[in-house]
């Protein structure tokens, strides 16, 4: 028997992006990368793969389907051989008393049988930092930063210590800044010692990049680390002082990309306005605006979107569908149709050009929306993507299979806020 290939480490991420964020500093920090949407149903080749995401929706769900979801993963990630394994929460902790941090890493820990865990979600080069166990977004702490607004998980607690006791029936620690001053060896005595008083679950303090490598170096051996993206990308380097992965100069390196190109974008993100409008200034003739209001009406708009795209894409120009509006405009469609209806609207129309564009030939697609996103994501039917380049922070160009295409679709998936104003443009010069 024996495992061909095992991959070196397999992650539980809570949502989407913030799989495709962690994907995408593993990828940073020298390893082979693939995000998986779900638990697979099928085998999938991991044959030149180091590490797997498991993306699911489950940081606002039931805490039963959060821990159900989460073990399903776990199990089939522990088949692929990974060596440990990583549950990935936002960085704000987003979660509230009932879970599903907490519920969810004993649930890991136990099917591991495994001791203990720690608790890092600080992302420093996002502002991100714990100290003294309390979480700050910039210069304020987490219940002072918005957070404590949240519509689904507001944080009205900054002391992570005491947010996550809460949610455990286990005994929660602290590894503060002055330990990890110390080094590797003096913080994992420290663990030790903890877990010797039952110490189940350890928030760890993280000012900047050097702590969170202590923190890499002193937790490579657990079972199981849970945390942001940060951690995620300080861990290759110690995973490749153990030898454990193989010397890849390019990790981020994709197939060669083909096809039109196309961006469609459901995100009425401030930031996305600016890229929208930059894409505008760059080609006034090259995009296509629906609307709900119009889109309710019947297929008149999407048809003559079609339209538009084809005739571009025929004349190998840029095409850009949008329904990215200010805010105003926004809300006329939703107190007309509501919330939900204006949204199904946008998605289930941008959704249904990506798959018929895809067919007729676009191999680079470029999505702005986080839901807008998982919508197109679903309806191509996409449940891998290979992480390649970063093109902005957080958000990388990835490589998706297709029923019955040779040459993979290449996808990039841009959430809200994310991405530099010219994004829209620079991101298929990145893919050149
Ligand atoms: P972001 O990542 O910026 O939050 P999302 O795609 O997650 O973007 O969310 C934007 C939501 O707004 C989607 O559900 C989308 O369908 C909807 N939407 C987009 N354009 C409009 C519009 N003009 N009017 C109303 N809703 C819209």
Excluded at 60 to 81: I, K
Excluded at 233 to 240: E, N, T
Excluded at 286 to 313: D, I, K, M, N, Y
Aim: hydrophobic share 45%; glycine share 10%; charged share 15%.
């Amino acid at each position: 028997m024996g495992i061909e290939k095992r991959i070196v480490l397999g992650a539980i991420a809570d949502d989407f992006t913030g799989a495709t964020d962690l994907a995408n500093n593993l990828v940073r920090g020298g390893m082979r990368c693939l995000q998986v949407i779900g638990v697979p149903q099928q085998a999938i080749d991991l044959s030149d793969i180091d590490a797997v995401v498991v993306a699911l929706k489950s940081r606002s769900c039931p805490v039963d389907e959060a821990v159900a979801d989460s073990l399903a993963a776990l199990t089939w990630l522990r088949e692929q051989g990974a060596r440990q394994l990583f549950f990935k929460y936002c960085s704000t902790f987003d979660s509230t008393d009932q879970g599903n941090i907490g519920p969810v890493a004993d649930a890991l820990l136990e099917a591991l049988n495994a001791q203990q865990t720690v608790m890092v979600p600080a992302f420093p080069v996002n502002g991100r930092t714990v100290y003294q166990g309390h979480l700050f977004v910039g210069d304020r702490l987490l219940n002072d930063s918005g957070m404590q607004h949240h519509p689904l998980n507001p944080m009205q607690d900054a002391d992570l210590v005491r947010v996550l006791s809460r949610q455990t029936p286990y005994s929660v620690g602290l590894a503060n800044r002055a330990l990890l001053a110390q080094g590797a060896d003096a913080t994992r005595t420290h663990f030790s010692t903890l877990a010797g008083q039952g110490v189940r679950h350890v928030v760890c303090d993280s000012l900047d990049e050097q702590d969170l490598d202590v923190l890499a170096e002193a937790t490579v051996l657990m079972p199981l680390v849970t945390g942001g993206s940060g951690l995620g990308q300080a861990l290759p380097a110690q995973y490749r002082a153990q030898g454990w992965l193989d010397a890849i100069t390019e990790p981020g390196r994709l197939s060669p990309s083909s096809g039109g190109t196309l961006v469609l974008s459901g995100s009425c993100s401030r930031a996305t306005l600016a890229q929208v409008a930059d894409f505008l200034a760059k080609h006034p003739d090259g995009g296509f605006a629906l609307e709900p209001l119009s889109l309710v009406e019947g297929e008149q708009q999407q048809q003559q979107a079609l339209a538009f795209a084809r005739q571009r894409l025929s004349e190998h120009a840029p095409v850009l569908i949008y329904a990215s509006a200010d805010p105003e405009k926004v809300k006329a469609a939703q107190a007309s149709l509501g919330v939900e209806r204006a949204g199904y609207l946008v998605e289930t129309a941008l959704s249904q050009l990506a798959v018929t564009l895809v067919k007729d030939g676009v191999g680079r697609l470029l999505v702005a929306g986080g839901e807008t996103s998982g919508a197109v994501v679903s309806a191509l039917g996409i449940s891998t993507l290979r992480i390649g380049e970063q093109i902005d922070p957080g958000v990388p160009w990835t490589q998706a299979p297709l029923a019955g295409c040779e040459t993979p679709l290449s996808l990039a998936l841009k959430s809200g806020n994310f991405g530099g104003v010219d994004f829209f443009t620079r991101a298929f010069e990145v893919l050149a």
